[in-house]
């Protein structure tokens, strides 16, 4: 199992970026994007459950970030628009089995390798 992360990089303020996560080996039930910057804890930034029904966000980015998943490729994305200086983080994927909603990062079982988000004033 495998999860490969894409699509960072350099941005100005209220740009925009849209991640990818290509899993390979199996298909999850949930997929989570995380988010850390230096100095801080892993954060939760958004999730997609099941078919791609259910879509949760942390407050700091609702409004600005989507999640998609396209089942047929096995890919999760992360739209990120009117991108700001504090959204500046490695940006992680993840799976898990379960349907239940957590930000929890110990909940899921499967991480990508990170992509650097840096978002410029």
Do not use: H
Not at 69 to 85: A, C, E, F, H, I
Not at 91 to 105: I, N, S
């Amino acid at each position: 199992v495998q999860l490969q992360a894409s699509g960072g990089g350099l941005v100005q303020a209220g740009g925009s970026l849209r991640l990818s996560c290509a899993a390979s080996g199996r298909t999850f039930s949930s997929y989570g994007w995380f988010r850390q910057s230096p100095g801080k804890e892993r954060e939760f930034v958004a999730d997609i459950r099941s078919s791609g029904d259910s879509t949760s966000y942390a407050d700091s980015v609702k409004g600005r970030f989507t999640i998609s998943r396209d089942n047929g490729k096995n890919t999760v994305y992360l739209q990120m628009n009117s991108l700001k200086p504090e959204d500046t983080a490695v940006y992680y994927c993840a799976a898990r089995g379960k349907v239940l909603f957590t930000t929890t990062p110990s909940a899921y079982d499967y991480w990508g390798q990170g992509t650097q988000v840096t978002v410029s004033s």
